[in-house]
C-alpha cells in the first residue's frame, strides 16, 4: 500500500476555497434551509416602547388568527423560572419581558403557528397595554441624580453597571503633568452592528420519546450554546445537541444566547414539535448585539520633540439594558487596554464606566466585548491629534514612538505581553509602496489649488487569540480550544474542531495545517466543524481566536498523531524509534533517507499490521491552552479626496500592509482583508445606530443601515510582511479582524487630514457627505 | 419622537355647541381620519380603529381615547389618545379650548403632542412628522365641517 505523498509542503499555499463549490452553488445548508417533519413557526411580539410598564397582554384575538397554536408571554415563562436568562457577562437579561420593558424591539410574548405567515399575523394581532415610562437613552445622562432608574430588578439602585480601571493612575498622572506638551480629544466610536447577510434563528426540536433536545442554530459558539440551554433550561447536558449548520456570516453577532433560541426550546417543548424561529432583518438590526457605542477621552503627554509619555483615557460605555456582552469574567471592558498600540509609553492610565440605557443589549459583534477595535481606532487618532498639535508629520511621530523590534517580547504599562513585532519594518514597507513622500508633495500643491485632499496612516497593533486559562474565559469555561482528527486506514483524514466558522474558510486552512503537520494533501483531510455530538469541546470562532488557538490545537493534534505514526513507521521501516526522523513529509531512517514510509502507509499498518503492544488506531484529541496572545500588527493608508461643494469623500487610494506571522492562505488572508476593509469602510463613513428621544431605533433596515456594495466599496491593495509568533505552534497569529480593527482610523486621519487647513483636529464617525458638508459649512468653505 | 403641534379652527357654530361636541364621543370620534370602526365606552371614552399608512408601514391602529374636561375652566378639555397596533405605539395629549369669535361663532384653540413609538417611528422616519400634523388637521378640519353640517341641518 504504497500511496504517494505529495512533495510541496501544503502550508503557505493559495489554495482555493473546499468550502467554495457548495456556497457558489446555492448547495449550502444554512439554518433556514432546514426543515423538519411537523415543524411550526415562531414570531415574537417586540416593544414598540423603550421604556414602559407592561400593562396586559391579550392573547386572544392572536389564537383567533387561523394556523396560530400558542402564545406565550413572560409570566408564562415565570411559572417555568425561565422568564430571565444568565448573560455570558454575569448580569441577566428578560427572555420574554415581565413588568416592563427595557428596550424598542424587545421580546415580549411569542406566537407559535402552523406556517410562517400565520405566526407573523398572530404577533401583530396579540394586544399588548404598555404605559410609557421616562426614557433613557443617552448615556452621558445615566448617572444623572433625575435619571430614570432603568434596572429596578438589581440590588444596586443605579444605572451605573460597573467601572474598571488598568494601569498606574499615580504615575500616569505625575507624566502628564510633567510632560511639554499635552493633548486631549473626545472620541466617540458611535453604535454599529455588523449585519450579517443571514440573520438569527434556531430550530428547537424536542423529542418527547427520547426526551432529547436537538438546536439547530445559527451559532459561532456551539458549544458554549449547549453548555448555557443546559444551565438555563436546567436539561442534562448530554440530552442537548447543538448543531449550527452553514452560517452566513457572524461578525460576533452569532456569539450570544439570545432570548428568541430560549422560547423556541419552550415552544418545542410545550407543542411537541419541532419550531423554527427567524428573524427578520429589522428585528435583526433593532435587537440583536450591536458594536461600539464607546465615549472617549483621550490625552497625550509628549515631548516638544515628539516623544509620547503618557496616556490617558476616560470612557463611557453604552451597554444597552442588559449587560450582555461576551466578556471574560476578569474583563468587563474586554482587552480595551491595548490602547498603547503600537508606542513605546512609560505610563499609562485607563478607565471605563459601563451604563445602562434604553437600548438593545449586546456589545459582541465586530470584535466588541474585547474593544479591540475602539482601542486602536482611539490611539491612532489621538497619535493624529498629537501630530497636528507638534505640527510634525504624523508619520514622523509615528516613527519616533515606535516599540523598536529589539525589545520584544515587550510588556506594556497596562500589563500585556507583546510576543512579536517588526513595526518600523512594516510601516516602511507601506509608506514605500504608497509613494508617501510624492504623496505629501502633491498634497501641498492641491492645497495650494484649495483642493482637499488627505493622507491617512493608521499603524495598529492587534491582540488576538483569547485566550490564555489564565487570563480567560467565558462563564467560568476556559478559552482553550480543540482538534479531533482520525486518520483512516487508507490515508485519509478527519479533522474535527470546537470552533465555527462562519466564511474564514478552516475547511481549507485548518485542512492545509493538518495536512502539513501529516504529510497529506490537504484535499484528504476533512475538517468538521458545526456539530456538538461530534466536534471536541470548544469555546467557538470570534476575536481572530480560531487560528491562534483552534489552528494551534490543529498542529499540536496532528503532531500527536505524528508520535504515534512514528513508532509504527520504525515497526514499517525495521529500526528503532529513535532511528526515524520525519523530514519532507515522510518518515525516514536517519542516514538512509530514501527509506521512508509515508502517513498513508503508517495509517493502513496502523489498522492492519500494528506494531505488537501498540493499540491500533490513528486518533489523536487535543485540548490546546495558549500561553499567551498573539499581537497581529500593520500599516494602513488611506489617501481621500473630498469634494469641497458636496462633502463627499473619495477614497482614492487604500492600502494595507498586515504582518500576521506566519501564513497558511494567502488567498484567505487576503480575502478576509478585503472584507473587514469593506466592514471599515462602511463603519467610517455610513453606518450607525442612532436612536431618537424616545429610544425609537432610527436604523433599523437596509434603507437607513447602509452596506456598502461593490460600487462604493475602494478598490484595496495588499501586501505582507511576516513576524512569525514565537509561541504559535506554527507562528501563526491571526489576521480576520485586522482590516476592521486598523482601517477606520485611517480613514478617519485622512479625512482629517484633508480637512486640518481648515483648522480641524476631529470628526467623529460615520463621514457622511452631510456630516462633512457640515464641517466644510461652519468653516465657510460652502455657503449655507 | 415628540411631534408638537397646534392650530386654530374657526367653526360655524357657538362655543357652547362646539364644546358639547368635541366633548361627545359619538360625534368626535367620527371625526377621527380613516376611520374604520367606533366603539363608544361611555360617555368620556371611546375606541376608534383607524387606518394608518406612513412610507412603507401601513395598517390599523386601535386608539383608545379619553376625554377630561378641564373641572376649573369650562370652555377647555383634554383628550388623550393612546394607540397601538403594527407593533407600534402612538400616545397623543391634546388640549382643546373653545373660544368665542365673530358673529357669534367660535374657534377652536388646540394643542397637541404626538410621541411615536416601534416601526411606525423608526421606519416611518422623516415622513411621519408631516404624515402626522396632516392627520391631526384633518381632525380637527373634520370637526368643522361636522359642526358646519350639523348648523346648516339645524337651520
Request: aromatic share 8%; net charge negative; charged share 20%.
Amino acid at each position: 500500500m504504497a500511496i504517494e505523498a505529495p512533495s510541496a509542503p501544503v502550508l503557505g499555499q493559495a489554495l482555493k476555497r473546499k468550502e467554495d463549490p457548495r456556497f457558489i452553488q446555492g448547495q449550502g445548508r444554512y439554518l433556514d434551509d432546514i426543515r423538519l417533519t411537523g415543524m411550526l413557526y415562531m414570531s415574537l411580539v417586540r416593544s414598540p416602547y423603550a421604556h414602559a410598564r407592561l400593562v396586559k397582554i391579550d392573547k386572544q384575538p392572536a389564537l383567533a388568527v387561523p394556523g396560530v397554536l400558542a402564545v406565550i408571554t413572560g409570566e408564562d415563562l415565570a411559572g417555568l423560572g425561565l422568564h430571565w436568562m444568565p448573560t455570558l457577562a454575569g448580569d441577566k437579561q428578560m427572555v420574554l419581558a415581565t413588568g416592563k420593558v427595557l428596550f424598542q424591539y424587545q421580546e415580549v410574548a411569542a406566537v407559535v403557528a402552523e406556517s410562517r405567515a400565520a405566526a407573523y399575523d398572530g404577533a401583530a394581532a396579540v394586544e399588548v397595554e404598555y404605559d410609557a415610562l421616562p426614557v433613557l437613552v443617552d448615556a452621558k445622562h445615566a448617572l444623572d441624580p433625575g435619571a430614570p432608574l432603568l434596572r429596578d430588578d438589581r440590588e444596586q439602585k443605579t444605572n451605573q453597571i460597573w467601572h474598571w480601571e488598568s494601569g498606574d493612575s499615580m504615575a500616569t498622572a505625575a507624566a502628564m503633568a510633567k510632560a511639554e506638551v499635552t493633548v486631549k480629544q473626545d472620541v466617540y466610536f458611535p453604535r454599529c452592528h455588523a449585519s450579517p447577510l443571514e440573520t438569527c434563528g434556531c430550530i428547537a426540536d424536542m423529542n418527547k420519546a427520547t426526551g432529547r433536545l436537538t438546536l439547530y442554530v445559527t451559532s459561532q459558539a456551539p458549544h458554549v450554546y449547549r453548555t448555557v440551554l443546559a444551565m438555563v433550561a436546567k436539561l442534562p447536558e448530554q440530552m442537548i445537541r447543538v448543531v449550527s449548520p452553514d452560517v452566513g456570516g457572524g461578525f460576533g453577532v452569532k456569539v450570544g444566547v439570545y432570548p428568541g433560541y430560549v422560547v423556541a426550546v419552550v415552544a418545542s417543548i410545550v407543542t411537541g414539535h419541532p419550531v423554527k424561529w427567524v428573524e427578520t432583518r429589522t428585528e435583526h438590526l433593532g435587537s440583536t448585539a450591536f458594536a461600539r457605542d464607546y465615549h472617549m477621552n483621550v490625552e497625550i503627554g509628549a515631548t516638544k520633540q515628539g516623544r509620547v509619555q503618557a496616556l490617558r483615557v476616560h470612557t463611557l460605555a453604552d451597554h444597552g439594558a442588559f449587560d450582555s456582552q461576551a466578556n471574560p469574567s476578569k474583563w468587563p471592558a474586554g482587552l480595551f487596554n491595548i490602547c498603547t498600540g503600537s508606542y513605546d509609553f512609560a505610563a499609562a492610565f485607563v478607565d471605563v464606566d459601563a451604563v445602562y440605557t434604553n437600548k438593545p443589549p449586546g456589545g459582541v459583534s465586530y470584535r466588541c466585548s474585547f474593544r479591540v477595535t475602539e482601542a486602536s481606532y482611539l490611539i491612532e487618532r489621538a497619535m493624529d491629534v498629537l501630530a497636528a498639535e507638534l505640527k510634525m508629520d504624523p508619520a514622523d511621530l509615528r516613527r519616533k514612538n515606535f516599540i523598536p523590534p529589539e525589545r520584544f517580547p515587550y510588556t506594556t504599562p497596562l500589563g500585556w505581553t507583546y510576543d512579536s513585532g517588526n513595526y518600523p519594518a512594516n510601516f516602511e514597507k507601506a509608506l514605500g509602496l504608497i509613494g508617501y513622500d510624492d504623496l505629501r508633495r502633491e498634497q501641498t500643491e492641491r492645497r495650494a489649488r484649495g483642493e482637499l485632499m488627505g493622507i491617512g496612516i493608521s499603524s495598529f497593533t492587534e491582540i488576538v487569540g483569547a485566550g490564555p486559562s489564565a487570563q480567560f474565559d467565558i462563564l467560568g469555561l476556559k478559552m482553550f480550544d480543540s482538534a479531533e482528527i482520525r486518520v483512516h486506514p487508507t490515508g485519509k483524514a478527519l479533522a474535527r474542531f470546537g470552533v465555527r466558522h462562519q466564511g474564514q474558510g478552516h475547511e481549507t486552512t485548518f485542512a492545509q495545517i493538518v495536512g502539513s503537520e501529516l504529510g497529506l494533501p490537504a484535499a484528504d483531510v476533512l475538517v468538521e466543524e458545526g456539530d456538538t455530538d461530534t466536534a471536541p469541546y470548544g469555546l467557538g470562532t470570534y476575536g481572530s481566536r480560531s487560528t491562534p488557538v483552534a489552528g494551534g490545537a490543529a498542529a499540536l493534534c496532528a503532531r500527536r498523531i505524528r508520535e504515534k505514526a512514528k513508532k509504527i513507521a520504525a515497526h514499517l521501516l525495521e529500526c528503532g524509534e529513535h532511528d526515524v526522523e520525519w523530514a519532507d513529509g515522510k518518515f525516514r531512517v536517519a542516514g538512509a533517507p530514501e527509506r521512508a514510509v509515508t502517513m498513508q502507509d503508517c495509517a493502513f499498518a496502523a489498522y492492519t499490521n500494528p506494531p505488537p503492544g501498540l493499540e491500533p488506531g490513528l486518533e489523536a484529541t487535543y485540548y490546546y491552552d495558549p500561553p499567551n496572545f498573539t499581537f497581529p500588527f500593520g500599516t494602513y493608508v488611506a489617501v481621500v479626496d473630498i469634494d469641497p461643494g458636496t462633502g463627499e469623500v473619495k477614497v482614492r487610494r487604500f492600502l494595507a500592509v498586515d504582518d500576521c506571522g506566519v501564513v497558511i492562505n494567502p488567498m484567505i488572508v487576503d480575502g478576509q482583508i478585503h472584507g473587514g476593509l469593506t466592514e471599515g469602510f462602511a463603519i467610517a463613513f455610513m453606518q450607525e445606530i442612532p436612536y431618537d428621544s424616545e429610544g425609537n431605533c432610527l436604523a433599523s433596515n437596509f434603507t437607513e443601515y447602509l452596506v456598502p456594495t461593490a460600487v462604493e466599496t475602494p478598490h484595496w491593495e495588499t501586501d505582507r510582511t511576516t513576524t512569525p509568533s514565537p509561541h504559535h505552534p506554527i507562528g501563526a497569529k491571526g489576521v480576520g479582524e485586522s482590516p476592521n480593527v486598523g482601517s477606520p482610523s485611517a480613514f478617519v486621519n485622512a479625512v482629517v487630514d484633508a480637512l486640518s487647513p481648515l483648522g480641524v483636529r476631529h470628526v467623529d464617525m460615520p463621514l457622511t457627505r452631510e456630516r462633512i458638508w457640515r464641517v466644510l459649512r461652519e468653516h465657510g468653505v460652502v455657503s449655507a | 419622537m415628540k411631534i408638537p403641534m397646534s392650530g386654530v379652527e374657526r367653526v360655524d357654530a357657538s362655543p357652547d355647541q362646539a364644546l358639547a361636541f368635541v366633548s361627545d364621543p359619538n360625534r368626535v370620534g367620527r371625526c377621527m381620519p380613516d376611520l374604520e370602526d367606533l366603539q363608544v365606552a361611555d360617555a368620556r371614552h371611546f375606541t376608534a380603529t383607524v387606518k394608518v399608512g406612513v412610507g412603507p408601514v401601513r395598517g390599523h391602529l386601535k386608539m383608545a381615547v379619553a376625554i377630561t374636561p378641564d373641572p376649573t375652566k369650562p370652555n377647555e378639555l383634554d383628550l388623550a389618545v393612546k394607540g397601538s397596533g403594527m407593533g407600534s405605539g402612538m400616545d397623543m395629549t391634546s388640549h382643546v379650548r373653545v373660544a368665542p369669535a365673530d358673529g357669534g361663532a367660535a374657534e377652536l384653540h388646540w394643542t397637541a403632542e404626538a410621541a411615536v413609538s416601534g416601526p411606525l417611528a423608526s421606519v416611518g422616519g422623516r415622513l411621519l412628522e408631516a404624515q402626522a400634523k396632516k392627520t391631526t388637521q384633518n381632525m380637527f378640519a373634520a370637526i368643522r365641517t361636522a359642526l358646519q353640517t350639523a348648523g346648516a341641518a339645524g337651520a
